[in-house]
């Protein structure tokens, strides 16, 4: 199972670009790149998924370059309400593997 | 669709009792994974079943066990409780097994005295 490490917490400015960024040295070919995004007492919340290059939706675009050693996710524009925690996930889409959270990100946007 | 439901929502339980979870996953899916939350630990996975069948399991004790019924609906259990089990009980549901995307409930509060 790749393994993940992104940073311990992050604070930024309301209306800014966040960048998160995720290490995965050990990512094996079949896997794909997921991030979650989780407020207090609630469950995780998908944001995107990726294999390489850039993906983009209506809340974020996650940047991955061709070695795929890494990813960020890129928020525009943050506003107070995406204070939260943010996970990266490292998986294959065959089931073969548990999915490991790690510590993921805690992002303070201060107003 | 209706989301993923889970029941109780908050349970208060004494040490050595034991407890059952239940979730219901979002109709169509066939894939329901258990985490445990906790401040100290952050988010572990505790198992998966995929029709019916534990697909992969993380590192917890035979304690903590589970199954899937037919419908996809989910009961985890956990025997002898610990006052380590105080958590945060989540389930999570999705239309196939592996990184695809979850969708996750509410959560389990459950707090062992």
């Known amino acids: 199972l790749a393994k993940t490490t992104q940073p311990i917490s992050m604070d930024s400015y309301e209306g800014q670009e966040v960048n998160i960024t995720c290490s995965h040295n050990?990512?094996?070919?079949?896997?794909?790149i997921t991030w979650y995004q989780q407020f207090p007492s609630q469950g995780p919340r998908f944001i995107i998924q990726g294999y390489k290059t850039k993906v983009t939706n209506e809340v974020a675009s996650l940047f991955i370059p061709a070695d795929r050693k890494s990813s960020t996710l890129s928020l525009p524009r943050v506003s107070l309400s995406d204070t939260a925690v943010y996970y990266c996930?490292?998986?294959?889409?065959?089931?073969?593997?548990?999915?490991?959270f790690g510590t993921g990100t805690r992002l303070t946007i201060i107003p | 669709k209706a989301g993923v439901t889970q029941t109780p929502r908050y349970l208060i339980k004494t040490r050595g009792q034991q407890v059952t979870l239940s979730c219901s996953p979002i109709s169509g899916h066939r894939s329901v994974s258990w985490y445990q939350q906790t401040p100290g630990q952050g988010l572990q996975f505790l198992f998966e079943y995929f029709s019916e069948t534990q697909r992969n399991k993380g590192n917890f004790p035979g304690r903590f066990s589970g199954r899937q019924f037919s419908n996809s609906r989910s009961e985890m259990n956990v025997s002898t409780l610990e006052l380590g089990d105080s958590a945060l009980y989540l389930c999570a549901s999705s239309f196939a097994s592996g990184i695809g995307e979850q969708y996750f409930g509410p959560g389990t509060r459950l707090t062992v005295t």
């Open positions: 996930l490292v998986g294959d889409d065959f089931g073969n593997e548990k999915l490991t």
């Open positions: 050990n990512i094996a070919t079949n896997d794909y």
